[in-house]
């Protein structure tokens, strides 16, 4: 069976990197994006993937962001609250269903040059921030994309409940 992936968010930015890099790696994307419903995207994943059920296990992996650690004072500070959140339920579902054949990771981008920055009022956010990195650039998307497809792997099939931070060394 073909691996198959649902990318929530996959219309834009680092989704859409996703989508791109996973087709080309053989998967099915599926692309759903901001309009539409996606609030019980891990129940029903877990529901459709947990051997328990019958499912053939599999891997969800979430996007954060490094705002969950650094709290984006004074810009995104409830932006980063959410966030935080998804953290939680990154750590805690991954505990959850370990044994249901069902691995829970997640990524948590920086200053990644993409629309999001524009739909805040301020599309050169990542210029204007670059210089507090360690690495002394915005990230793109498609290095996100890189970390999540190889987290949907099999070289990752010992990883759960795990953190990849792409902000640049901050």
């Known amino acids: ?3 198959v992936l649902i990318v929530t968010g996959g219309g834009r930015g680092s989704g859409a990197a996703v989508s791109r890099l996973a087709a080309t ?3 099915a994307v599926c692309v759903n994006y901001r309009s539409d419903k996606t609030f019980l995207c891990s129940k029903e994943a877990v529901l459709r993937m947990s ?9 969800i992996v979430n996007v ?3 705002a969950a650690r650094l709290g984006s004072p004074g810009e995104y500070v409830d932006y980063a609250a959410s966030k935080g959140a998804m953290d939680t339920l990154t750590t805690g579902l991954s ?8 691995r829970v990771n997640a990524v948590r981008p920086g200053f990644i040059r993409t629309t999001m ?3 805040g009022g301020e599309p050169g956010r990542v210029d204007r921030l670059q210089h507090l990195l360690p690495m002394g650039r915005g990230g793109e998307p498609e290095e996100v994309a890189e970390a999540v497809v ?16 792409l902000a640049g060394g901050k």
Do not use: Q
Not at 51 to 59: Q, S
Not at 95 to 102: L, P, S
């Open 1 to 3: 069976m073909r691996n």
């Open 25 to 27: 790696r053989g998967y």
């Open 51 to 59: 051997t328990t059920h019958g499912g053939p296990g599999g891997a």
């Open 117 to 119: 920055h524009a739909d």
């Open 95 to 102: 505990v959850e269903v370990a044994r249901e054949g069902i």
């Open 150 to 165: 190889w987290l949907l792997s099999e070289a990752a099939s010992f990883v759960t409940g795990s953190f990849i931070d």
């Open 64 to 66: 954060s962001s490094a």
